[in-house]
T-cell receptor, first 115, second 111 residues
Framework: EPEVTQTPSHQVTQMGQEVILRCVPI?????FYWYRQILGQKVEFLVS????????KSEIFDDQFSVERPDGSNFTLKIRSTKLEDSAMYFC?????????????FGPGTRLTVL | GDSVTQMEGPVTLSEEAFLTINCTYT??????LFWYVQYPGEGLQLLLK?????DKGSNKGFEATYRKETTSFHLEKGSVQVSDSAVYFC??????????FGSGTKLNVKP
């Protein structure tokens, strides 16, 4: 069964460093998403991406964040200068349609730890 | 704004016990409601969903009914198994296709 994959599973970085979190969505999907979950808190929407551009973003997704689909298979989330409060689990998701009835398929997540 | 509140865990049950995990929501319009499950080391998997009031979602023995009058979508299972041990997330998707998740409830089932 096709699945969304994410690498790495755990990333440790120093405050101020740049990190890139990678996701490989399901191959025929067209809509891509990033969510994050700070430990013990809710899963929060960050951004959605379609047709090589951001379609929606939350107030969390500030200028420190960017997304890219560099090669037609990967979907990346870049944090330019990490802060302690960026420590969280980051989930990637994809869907084949934006329709409200369609399911989003989630990856296993990348745990980011900022020291 | 739209939001989901679910009971805090962890919930610890013995095998074959009855499970209820409460979930309530706040939303404008007519959201769709979901339960996702996350097994250790894996991603979020859709467990069940309901798209309109009074719909019942069911899968793998789990059920949840979309109750508009009480704005609830409680997850139930009549007889849990050790293999049901996981974290369960209640979520809604609003008319603008945005997802809002609860904070998750960890279920531990002991043999």
């Amino acid at each position: 069964e096709p699945e969304v994959t994410q690498t790495p599973s755990h990333q440790v970085t120093q405050m101020g460093q740049e990190v890139i979190l990678r996701c490989v969505p399901i191959s025929n999907h067209l809509y891509f998403y990033w969510y994050r979950q700070i430990l013990g808190q809710k899963v929060e929407f960050l951004v959605s991406f379609y047709n090589n551009e951001i379609s929606e973003k939350s107030e969390i997704f500030d200028d420190q964040f960017s997304v890219e689909r560099p090669d037609g298979s990967n979907f990346t989330l870049k944090i330019r200068s990490t802060k302690l409060e960026d420590s969280a689990m980051y989930f990637c998701a994809s869907s084949d349609d934006r329709d409200i009835l369609n399911e989003q398929f989630f990856g296993p997540g990348t745990r980011l730890t900022v020291l | 704004g739209d939001s989901v509140t679910q009971m805090e865990g962890p919930v610890t049950l013995s095998e074959e016990a009855f499970l209820t995990i409460n979930c309530t929501y706040t939303a404008t319009g007519y959201p769709s409601l979901f339960w996702y499950v996350q097994y250790p080391g894996e991603g979020l998997q859709l467990l069940l969903k309901a798209t309109k009031a009074d719909d019942k979602g069911s899968n793998k023995g789990f059920e949840a009914t979309y109750r508009k009058e009480t704005t609830s979508f409680h997850l139930e299972k009549g007889s849990v198994q050790v293999s049901d041990s996981a974290v369960y997330f209640c979520a809604l998707r609003n008319n603008f296709n945005k997802f809002y998740f609860g904070s998750g409830t960890k279920l531990n089932v002991k043999p």
